[in-house]
């Protein structure tokens, strides 16, 4: 088969051409190549079977490898301290979710296990997060509402013994579950884990599903800027939701739209009736934590771990609360009961799952892109590789299988990834150490904390948000480095704060994908001058000192040119050049009729007055000064069906004018789609006079067209 040759003047000589051989491509029968796929992945060896399993379990391929000595000091300090945080904040976090906190420490437990076997990075720490926990608490709350429970905090627990059967006394309130798939009475506890349950295990059957269908690419539609905005703004969310429990004010849970004003709203109206107790433990709690957490970050270089604060501001909170009797006497609300042990796995109801399975996919997305983002930052920082797919893999079974267990969903975690890369972490064998440490509590030491305040974990939530927080102290220097980036992050972080954290997601998706879509619409476009003595040519508006090119306008379009920016090309290509064709050629139509009608009644002048020898002078414009239209086409990656109609629309309406149109920088994709659209006729016979290697070939042959020996592309 003939090959197609390009022949391509030179830039130094205008006589020398060289020829420019496209490869021929190799059709590829992909009926035939998707049937070997498909055999290939369902037959099964030894030996493929035994790679499957290396894969599906990463921990089977670096255990046997891990050197001890060098590893395991690191791994259990940084473990140990992990284990240390995870017990405050898993108790924090569980106001966030709506839950009882013996549920955060199952979920704290479960994750740090199935990620060690599953995972495929070394450094990266999944378990509770606060962001899942927030959107976890508002399905769970939403759902409580929607069965007629009271979402008071204070409203009699079905916990009680540690079991989640309730007893006659344990709520005012029961819900027949029937109907939901739940055939007995099941209390509010037993109704809100059902609820966090079931929205866990589809999130993770979400996730596995998107990794066995490779679907990991969403990812890429969820930018900086949307993710910032989108934790900003659900940072002020929780920040809302915990200020209730800072001044020991009871007010309803707000559900819906809006939950941040209505929240506010409530507190303003209900602040005379704030606890003193709670305000000033409050107070006391946020000084220390955030003088400590300031003296760590300033002093970080010289500790060799990270400062326990939570642990040490917890268990005096929780001795003070105890023997002062702050409960008692003043009515200061506190975490209650937490059964130690385990309760036994029960499988998620399946009707539960229909009613949270639209809630489950953004979680599902959030969960994912946060454990992948974290990874990869880890990855590149330390000089490994991690398999984006199989961390899909890992997050959803550490979502499937912990919601047997009574546990909620999980991510991985910047604060805490973050403490455990600064305090000597190797591998995910100090994941194992912290599970040790939530178990220990688990079974021995939860009762402890029945009588630490609830004001002190809505502290350690608060300062744990710093980071979040911060973020708005960069918006100028954002702004002063994108200014639509900075739009974006805007949009995401008043619309997660405002409305929700689910449609705040989505809005700034959608919002940075019109972003783009608009940048395309309206592009650069600018007319092209030559930098004196070079073979190069910048925007005139921009650069000083760039000489025209004598009847020659140079256009450049910055953008694709598709259906959606075709008449904005063209728009701005009349407006750059002064020249619209159609328009001129509808006066020389009319210039011409006149000039017939004048001819036939025997007059020999125009009706400007004009014999007839100087209406060809008149029918020719002052505004055209140029004779020769070049478009750089170096910007334009690609074009549709529409923007080849539109580049031979030009062609001909500027050939009416006697003007020539000839295309420069075009890359392989664009000459394909031309050769296609039939832009250079049914043999492509006139495409070295129309396509041009560079803007400066192009312009040399347009001063050379009359000669008689052309070389173009």
Known sequence: MERPLEATRMENSTSSCFLMERKTRVKINRKEVMLAKLRKSCSCTPKKLKNFVMDFLPVLQWLPKYQCKEYIWGDVMSGLVIGIILVPQAIAYSLLAGLKPIYSLYTSFFANIIYFLMGTSRHVSVGIFSLISLMVGQ???????????????????????????NDSQSNTTAFNLTIAGMNAECGKECYAIGIATALTFVAGVYQVLMGIFRLGFVSMYLSESVLDGFATGASLTILTAQVKYLIGIKIPRSQGHGMLVITWINILRNISQANLCDVITSAICIVVLVTAKELGDRYKHKLKFPLPTELVVIVVATLVSHYGKLNEVYASSVSGAIPTGFIPPKVPHFNLMLRVAVDALPLAIVSFVFTVSLSEMCAKKYAYTIRANQEMFAVGFCNIIPSFFHSFATSAALAKTLVKTSTGCQTQVSGVISAMVVLLVLLFLAPLFYSLQKCVLACIIIVSLRGAL?????????????????????????????????????????????????????????????????????????YENLSSVPKVKIFRFEAPLYYANRNYFLKSLYRLTNLDPNLEAARRKKYEKKEKQHLKKGDHTTANGLGI??????????????????????????????????????????????????????????????????????DFGSMQEMLFYSIHNAVQFAKDQKLPADCSV
């Open 470 to 542: 911060r973020k708005f102290r960069d918006v100028p220097a954002r702004y002063h480095v994108n200014k639509v980036d900075t739009l974006v992050w805007v949009v995401t972080m008043t619309a997660s704060a405002l409305i929700s954290t689910e449609i705040g997601l989505l809005v700034g998706i959608v919002f940075s994908m019109l972003c783009i879509i608009v940048r395309t619409q309206r592009p650069r476009t600018a007319l092209l001058g030559q930098i004196q003595d070079t073979s190069f040519y910048e925007d005139d508006l921009e």
């Open 139 to 165: 399905v769970v709350d939403r759902e409580l509402l929607l069965a007629g429970f009271d979402l008071n905090d204070d409203a009699p627990s079905a916990l009680g013994d540690g079991s989640l059967q």
């Open 613 to 682: 020898g100087e209406t060809t002078l008149q029918l020719v414009p002052k505004q055209i000064d140029f004779q020769v239209l070049v478009v750089d086409c170096s910007s334009i990656s690609f074009l549709d069906t529409t923007g080849v109609n539109t580049l031979k629309e030009i062609l001909k309406d500027y050939k009416d004018l006697n003007i020539s149109v000839l295309l420069a920088c075009c890359n392989p994709s664009v000459i394909d789609s031309l050769k296609r659209g039939g832009y250079f006729g049914k």
